[in-house]
């Protein structure tokens, strides 16, 4: 319970910070053009998303704040069994979402404009917003009943 308690409120407050920097970064916006980076080898992709990924350290707080409370959730629900499913669902729609960002922004991205990007990343940043709120309210609550 302490753990939920805390991961919540931890996990709640980096998503109200996330939530924060996408609503501030549309708001002000990019400032700066789209530069595209191109690699000569795709047999370093892998390697590259690898490196990528753990050097974010908003990866790395993810995981240990909502990603933790996610699978303490799934342990608590179905136990082992229950982790495999959440992990491997999570792997294939983090796999799925990628694709169809990397589509999505190779077929078509310059072609929306400035301000529709902007726009969703507004909407983005307060589903984030809301989010949080969820599972900040749900640690206090948690709490509250600890308490009384």
């Not at 805390?6 to 709640?12: D, E, H, P, V």
């Amino acid at each position: 319970m302490e753990v939920k308690i805390a991961l919540g409120i931890i996990g709640g407050g980096f998503l109200l910070f996330t939530a924060y920097g996408l609503i501030n970064y549309s708001m002000k916006g990019a400032g700066g053009q789209i530069v595209s980076n191109t690699i000569s080898t795709s047999r370093n992709l892998p390697a590259l998303g690898f490196l990528t990924s753990f050097s974010n350290p908003y990866f790395t707080i993810w995981w240990v704040s909502i990603g933790g409370l996610l699978v303490a959730e799934s342990l608590t629900l179905a136990g082992y069994i229950g982790l495999a499913v959440f992990l491997v669902s999570h792997w294939c729609s983090d796999l799925s979402w990628y694709i169809l960002v990397s589509i999505l922004s190779y077929k078509g991205s310059l072609k929306f404009g400035s301000k529709l990007v902007k726009v969703v990343m507004y909407g983005c940043g307060l589903f984030i917003a809301i989010l949080a709120a969820y599972y900040i309210i749900d640690a206090v609550s948690v709490l509250s009943h600890i308490l009384t």
